[in-house]
């Protein structure tokens, strides 16, 4: 496998996918703990607005979720890996220098830079997903913009900054690391 150390056609120990995956997993798990988390410590609701009922936040989760995803695919799918043991074409042209096609030493690794870039795509996508849960559940444009106002300038809104900066930073990290599986000294076969 792979991921084991062994060797095989992966750049690294994750490959993106299951890197996006684990990633959005723990955005997810991160935004609604630390949102939680954030309204029992200042004892509000994340939309105090009444009558929106949950919509308005589901939504904005759903969307900062596809945001994220979509982000941090776009930051670590440059990356480029190979799953297939295929050699390109004769015919082929070589790949320009940094797309990432192959997983020999000109496979580029994805920037850290991405995570910021997630982040400010999830944030948004955030505000943006409650603003349209609140038109949709009947709340006028003055309301929905109050409440994503009060998200975007309070602890609400940096807990849903956090969780998708720390998560992108990690999905790429799973990536961009050459680190392999702990082994036990007694495991090395050279050292025999």
């Known amino acids: 496998m792979a991921g084991d150390g062994s060797e095989g056609p992966?750049?690294?120990p994750v490959r993106p996918p299951v890197a996006l995956a684990f990633a959005t997993m723990g955005f997810v798990a991160l935004l609604i703990f630390g949102l939680g988390m954030t309204s029992l410590a200042t004892s509000q609701d994340v939309i105090a607005t009444p009558g929106l009922g949950q919509v308005p936040g589901v939504a904005g989760v759903v969307c900062a979720t596809l945001a994220f995803a979509?982000?941090?695919?776009?930051?670590?799918?440059?990356?480029?890996y190979r799953t297939d043991a295929a050699a390109p074409a004769r015919d082929a042209a070589p790949a320009p220098a940094g797309t990432g096609t192959g997983t020999g030493a000109g496979?580029?690794?994805?920037?850290?830079?991405?995570?910021?870039?997630?982040?400010?795509?999830t944030f948004l996508a955030y505000l943006g997903g409650v603003w349209f849960g609140a038109v949709f559940t009947g709340a006028d444009?003055?309301?929905?913009?109050?409440?994503?106002?009060r998200l975007a300038t309070t602890w609400f809104g940096l807990v849903v900054a956090a969780?998708?900066?720390?998560?992108?930073?990690?999905?790429?990290a799973l990536v961009r690391t050459h680190a392999r599986r702990p082994r036990w000294p007694w495991e090395d076969e050279f050292d025999e």
């Open 10 to 12: 992966s750049q690294g």
């Open 107 to 121: 496979a580029q690794h994805p920037s850290y830079w991405g995570a910021a870039w997630t982040t400010a795509a």
């Open 163 to 172: 969780a998708a900066f720390v998560s992108a930073w990690s999905g790429i």
């Open 70 to 80: 979509g982000g941090l695919w776009a930051a670590i799918a440059r990356a480029g």
């Open 141 to 149: 444009l003055g309301v929905a913009t109050a409440v994503v106002g």
